[in-house]
Nanobody
Framework: QVQFVESGGGLAQPGGSLRLSCTVFGNIFNGAHMSWYRQAPGKQRELVATVATSGNTQYANSVKGRFTISRDAKYTVWLDMNNLKIGDTAVFYC????????????WGRGTQVTVSS
């Protein structure tokens, strides 16, 4: 059974950093693009960053140059977030998809990131 377990969120000040981790259970990780998504209060979920199995990456314009997505060969995806802004406050989720592929219908609980002074 596929499951996404996100962790690493918390409270950060503007300009601060956080590192999110996602562990993927089930036979979905290999061969799939992996992405981080986020949903801010009152807004739709949006794609933040994608890493392909090749290691190629793609970012939303709002996080380009500040966030870095990476993955290992087994079942973990990370999102390093630097120079955080108040507008980054959201619940962050990982899933497959990105680069033209849609996410699965299975979502984890996400991890809350709050940026506040």
């Amino acid at each position: 059974q596929v499951q996404f377990v996100e962790s690493g969120g918390g409270l950060a000040q503007p300009g601060g950093s956080l590192r999110l981790s996602c562990t993927v259970f089930g036979n979905i990780f290999n061969g799939a693009h992996m992405s981080w998504y986020r949903q801010a209060p009152g807004k739709q979920r949006e794609l933040v960053a994608t890493v392909a199995t090749s290691g190629n990456t793609q970012y939303a314009n709002s996080v380009k140059g500040r966030f870095t997505i990476s993955r290992d060969a087994k079942y973990t995806v990370w999102l390093d977030m630097n120079n955080l802004k108040i507008g980054d406050t959201a619940v962050f989720y990982c899933n497959v998809g990105g680069m033209g592929y849609t996410p699965s219908t299975i979502w984890g609980r996400g991890t809350q990131v709050t940026v506040s002074s």
